[in-house]
T-cell receptor, first 113, second 117 residues
Framework: AQKITQTQPGMFVQEKEAVTLDCTYD???????LFWYKQPSSGEMIFLIY??????QNATEGRYSLNFQKARKSANLVISASQLGDSAMYFC??????????FGSGTKLNVKP | DGGITQSPKYLFRKEGQNVTLSCEQN?????MYWYRQDPGQGLRLIYY???????QKGDIAEGYSVSREKKESFPLTVTSAQKNPTAFYLC????????????????FGAGSRLTVL
């Protein structure tokens, strides 16, 4: 079974609007971490936000928030007030144990002016 | 500034040649990783190392080799046994926490793009 599933290969959003990128995960480990990374066309992977499995509140970092629904095993990324510079690939990832990371196939976000 | 340096950024290889991709970090991170990314796809783990002189195979280790002689360095060799090596290669590192649900964020280098001619 896939550890991380991102079902949206591509998304469009109008500039200044909010957008939600979906991510579901599969693990039986009670201690895990969930991450979102942004990959612009240059190829570098930029860390955006982290959510721990024991965290009670949803993580927020500026315009990014992570909608963590543990029972549903989902960790959706919400980007508020989209900007043209947000156009990129976005990857959801999960850490099991100390150092085992799994990545989804990514969602390509296009922000329209 | 602390970070991960990958070189070269672009590399061309003839079939049958081995090539080595460099990865150096000055973050004092314990763990280092190599990922492969094919167009339009996610990252697949090639090898990872949690401490010096120790490394483990990831999901697609065949045709690749690594070494970890220094904490700062984790070079990847793409051997002639790798049938389809054209891809984007990303090196990453993270702190190796003693336990617990800490963030342990992966920090990435800028990547190396390998093309087989």
């Amino acid at each position: 079974a896939q550890k991380i599933t991102q079902t949206q290969p591509g998304m469009f959003v109008q500039e200044k609007e909010a957008v939600t990128l979906d991510c579901t995960y599969d693990t039986s480990d009670p201690s895990y971490g969930l991450f979102w990374y942004k990959q612009p066309s240059s190829g570098e992977m930029i860390f955006l936000i982290y959510q721990g499995s024991y965290d009670q509140q949803n993580a927020t970092e500026g315009r990014y928030s992570l909608n963590f629904q543990k029972a549903r095993k989902s960790a959706n990324l919400v980007i508020s007030a989209s900007q043209l510079g947000d156009s990129a690939m976005y990857f959801c990832a999960m850490r099991e144990g100390l150092n085992k990371f799994y990545f989804g196939s990514g969602t390509k976000l296009n922000v329209k002016p | 500034d602390g970070g991960i340096t990958q070189s070269p950024k672009y590399l061309f290889r003839k079939e049958g040649q081995n090539v080595t991709l460099s990865c150096e970090q000055n973050l004092n991170h314990d763990a280092m990783y190599w990922y492969r990314q094919d167009p339009g796809q996610g990252l697949r783990l090639i090898y990872y190392s949690q401490i010096v002189n120790d490394f483990q195979k990831g999901d697609i280790a065949e045709g690749y080799s690594v070494s970890r002689e220094k904490k700062e360095s984790f070079p990847l060799t793409v051997t002639s046994a790798q049938k389809n090596p054209t891809a984007f290669y990303l090196c990453a590192s993270s702190l190796r926490l003693a336990g617990g649900p800490g963030a342990n964020v992966l920090t990435f280098g800028a990547g190396s793009r390998l093309t087989v001619l």
